[in-house]
């Protein structure tokens, strides 16, 4: 028989799962700070290793990186009041440490949660544990690479356009990539949110498909949420590929369904 555990002892595990989680992105985000990547070659492959550079960190080496590839030649990047540049350091060195920490995040949040469910809930939760960390990193990727570049282009054209030169603050420039590398990163969750609530019994396998109206109306109006401006354009360009990965999480959770309902037959 499971002994059932009182109110406190709950608190006192969600407690400890947090600090570790707190401590798991802590350490690399100390880390991020306080070191400099140096590149060496070894044998025509170009390697890194960290030295201790708190004024050289590793998320100053991002901030440049992301400066060169992600704004226009015309667009300079300014700090306009001490310490902007710090924080938006910071910035990136925490959303790096949640992502460096995502295994220990989801291992933390499963094993506080796990008593809830019965062991085949459990065995779903943790057969996309790794494929959900995957995926967060993939949606990081899909925007930083593919969302974010295009969104700072056309709004930038305008600028262009007129020929007026263009000022950024750091603070504003960070927040604003990273605000879609998060929004990406958790939507991409979404198939796999999906099948773990199918494949769980929770819905019936065509649930998804009779409230996809709605969906698409939720992920249309999240899309004008974090779009930046008030342009229907990158507005689409924020919800099109949310609405994509609901088509394919309803497919994919219809098609485990009947190779389920087929195992079983």
């Not at 004024?55 to 992600?70: D, E, G, P, R």
């Not at 927040?175 to 819905?203: E, H, K, N």
């Not at 088509?247 to 087929?262: N, P, Y």
Request: charged content about 10%; proline content about 5%.
């Amino acid at each position: 028989m499971v002994e059932l555990k009182t109110i406190g002892e709950h608190l006192e595990d969600l407690r400890r799962a947090i600090f570790r989680m707190i401590m798991a992105v802590g350490i690399v985000t100390f880390f991020i700070l306080g070191f400099h990547l140096v590149p060496f070659v070894y044998d025509g492959v170009t390697f890194y290793y960290p030295t201790l550079e708190p004024f050289n960190n590793i998320a100053s080496q991002v901030t440049v990186l992301m400066k060169h590839q992600l704004l226009p030649p015309t667009v300079q990047l300014i700090q306009t009041a001490p310490g902007q540049a710090f924080f938006a350091q910071f910035y990136i060195a925490v959303l790096l440490g949640i992502v460096f920490a995502m295994p220990v995040i989801v291992k933390e949040f499963i094993g506080f949660l796990s008593p809830a469910f019965n062991k085949d809930e459990i065995k779903i939760i943790r057969s996309i544990t790794a494929p959900a960390v995957g995926l967060f990193i993939v949606g990081c990727l899909f925007s930083y690479f593919v969302i974010t570049p295009y969104i700072l282009d056309f709004l930038y054209k305008y600028g262009q356009s007129a020929e007026l030169l263009t000022f950024l603050n750091v603070i504003d420039f960070i927040t604003f990539v990273l605000q879609f590398l998060l929004a990406f990163g958790i939507a991409f969750q979404l198939p796999l949110i999906m099948y773990a609530v199918s494949a769980s019994g929770l819905t019936d396998t065509k649930f998804w498909r009779r409230n996809m109206r709605y969906a698409i109306i939720v992920l249309v109006i999240l899309g004008a949420a974090i779009a930046p401006d008030g342009s229907g354009i990158t507005m689409c360009f924020v919800a099109a590929p949310m609405i994509a990965l609901y088509l394919i999480g309803m497919i994919f959770a219809e098609r485990q369904a009947k190779h389920i309902a087929t195992l079983k037959s």
